[in-house]
């Protein structure tokens, strides 16, 4: 038995119009999720470490981030040099053990960071971390 076939080969004009909305509406999206969007936080640029035997962290720990103006951050908020002590006790007091991590930028002299690890003892710390970023495999020659 022999059926007929009613498919017939498309010869005309392609429309253009819904490729074109399709791609201007791709290139949109494209644009949209670049990094024309405002990323909130500061701009903070870690060290680059040799060792890959970086320490972890087990316990209860507090961030205070340094970026290159100088600016202090303790859990994301802003921070003053002379309040810093005082809002470390803070902490030490909800959690006895607590660590202190320093995420400092790259460009940060090493001064900042005694004075925050000065700081911290102050407040009742015992350990404090700074914060490095691994060297790749392909960074490290």
């Known amino acids: 038995m022999k059926f007929p076939r009613n498919a017939k080969l498309f010869r005309g004009h392609l429309d253009v119009a819904p490729l074109a909305g399709t791609f201007f509406l791709l290139a949109m999206f494209l644009l949209m999720h670049t990094h024309m969007v405002y990323l909130p936080g500061a701009n903070i640029r870690l060290p680059r470490y040799n060792d890959q035997a970086l320490p972890g962290l087990t316990g209860p ?50 001064e900042r960071f005694f004075k925050a690890s000065q700081a911290a003892t102050e407040a ?5 971390l700074i914060a490095a970023r691994p060297r790749g495999k392909a960074e490290a020659h």
């Open 61 to 110: 720990f507090v961030v205070l981030a340094m970026d290159p103006q100088g600016i202090l951050y303790l859990d994301n908020q802003v921070v003053e040099q002379a309040e810093l002590v005082a809002r470390l006790r803070k902490q030490v007091e909800k959690r006895p053990a607590v660590t202190l991590v320093i995420q400092a930028d790259e460009k940060v002299p090493l």
């Open 124 to 128: 009742g710390i015992e350990k404090v």
